[in-house]
Every structure is written in C-alpha cells, then in structure tokens.
C-alpha cells in the first residue's frame, strides 16, 4: 500500500502525519493507541504497532498435502528457520509411526524446538529460543570453531594409524548443520521483526543477506571435512598403507588450508582490509600448494588412493573466496580509513 501523506505541524515543535484508515482497520489500531517509529539505516521510519510480533506465530502443516515424509521434514525445517513458535503437524486420518518418528527426528535436529504435545492425529513442537540471546555473529564464531576442530581431527587421522578421533567429525557435522538453521531462523526473524534486529546483531538487510550465505559456506566446508574423514575411514578399512612423503605432503595442505580457513573467518567477524588481504593471499598460497601435492604425487605413485583427499582441501579452500567477498562487502559498508561512504 503506497500513499503520499503531506506533513502537518502540531504546536510550535512537531510535525504529524496521519495513518491511512484501512492500515489502522488491518492493524487493528484504536484511538490511544501507542506506535513506535523505529530509523532504519538508510534513514527510513518504520512504524511498529506496540505489542505487534509479540504474538507466537504458528504454522499448520497438512500430512496429506505434503507429499511424502521426507518433504514433510523439509517444511518442518522450513517453517522453523521462517521463525514459527509452534509447528504443528496434523493429518485428516490417523498418522502413521514412520510418518511420528519422522516429525519427532527432524525436530530433534532443531536447536531450541521441542514436542510439546502428541496424539494420534497430529504432533505440536514449540520452539523456546529468546532470539535476543544468540547474535549471529556469536553464532558463525561457534561454526568456526567447530570447523577447525574437525580439520584438526583429520589432520592427525592422515597417516591413518589412528581414525578414532574421525567419530567426532561426525558429530561436529550434526552441530554444525544445527547451528546453521538456527542462523538462518536468526536472520529471518530479524527481517520480520526489525525491532529485534539489533539485538541479534543485524544491522541491515544487506548484512543478513551476506551472513547467510556465509552461514551455508561454512554448512558446506563443514560437509567437505566430513567427506575426507570418511574417505580416510574407507582406506582404513580397505587396509590401505599411507606413504610417509604423502602424508607429510597432505599434512603441509591441510596446514595452510586450515590457516586460510581461520583468517579467512577472522576477517568476516572483524572486517579489515590487512586481515582481508592476508586471508586472499593465504587462500591462493593453499591452492597453489594444492597443485603442488598434486604434482608431488605423480612421482611417488600415491596419486590414485590421495588424489581425492588433495581436491577435497582444494575445494574447501576454494569456498574461502565467497566469505573474503562477503568481508569486503562488509568492510565497506561504513567509513574506514579504506573508504569514505555517503548515504
């Protein structure tokens, strides 16, 4: 709805403006009625109904419209990463135990979303997350911290004497994938509910936009580690005897890769330009190393059983670029001693 309004002044000090009747009927506005008026940053008023987004928002979801469990499971992601309270599950007739244990699984997999209520019919979750407690950028720090924890665990499972350190690979994943769609429902409600946005550390629409592509890199690199742990499982099992040249070669890679992971982060949470320009500079130096290995392999003639793990931190370096493109994007977004910015 767009209408032009022409300000009014009110006594001596303020100017008024008046709300259009049929937004004041939907809103539900009465005379007395307080409203607050909340200064975006590209200098825009956003008026805010006092009360309104308090509310628990829910979603209802109909098991005979969903088409299959595992879509079903993929709404449930969904309506929670949306910022729903209560997802309720419901179907015409009684739902079956895989259709309950589906629901109850995906749920559980979900940080801060419980089942609150459960019949034959239909399963209720409630969501209990203060969204003010967790910012993003607290958030993306604990992906990182997981990330580089399971590159540590690969690190010291390579010559593959010892693989036990690689269950926890696993686990982390399971983590890290929770925390992602917590991130997601973080950005997604401070974009519907922009009186909570900097509270949960956004600053504009533009910021939400680059955390969340930067939440779902870090959701992959995530998944990379986890394929070279359970590539290395594989060689284990498959009775596979590492060469020590290649071992130390691989060691050297993950090194660096784990080095340009780091800053490269680093430099998303704290935009500068010298941790953005080492975190490039590091990226290149790893995947350089990565043709090296690539090389060195081919004269020791461990190129067929590594190959794979040498793509693997390639791939992994390879997705640092998006977060340094995001951190530059960020850097500029205010004046620094880089930049002047004029709104």
Sequence with gaps: ???????????????????????????????????????????????????????????????????????????VIGAYALGFDTIEVVGKEPLGQKTVDKVVETVRRLRGLEVVESDDRRVVSQSFIDPTRFPVDYLIKRLQILVSQSLDHVMDSLDLRQTGKLNEVGRAQEEI??????????????????????????ESPLHASGDRVSAKTLDEIGGIIQDIAEELVRLRGLGTKMNPKVVTSLQRLARKTREAFNTTVESLLTPDIRLIGKSSALVEEAMQLEKQVTEEMLTTGGLGYTRVLVSYFGQLARYCNIIIEISSHRLLRKTSRVAAVQQ
């Design 1 to 75: 709805m767009d209408e032009l309004r022409k300000i009014q002044r009110v006594g001596d000090f303020s100017f008024s403006v008046s709300i259009p009747k049929e937004y004041a009927r939907r809103m539900n506005l009465k005379l007395g009625d307080s409203v607050l008026f909340r200064e975006e940053v590209d200098g825009t008023l956003r008026l805010i109904p006092a009360g309104r987004g308090k509310e628990a928002a829910r979603a209802v979801i109909r098991v005979e419209q969903a088409g299959g469990d595992e879509m079903l499971a993929k709404l």
């Design 177 to 202: 994938e929770e925390l992602y769609w917590l991130i997601l429902r973080q950005l997604l409600v401070a974009l519907n509910r922009r009186e909570l946005a900097s509270e949960i550390g956004i």
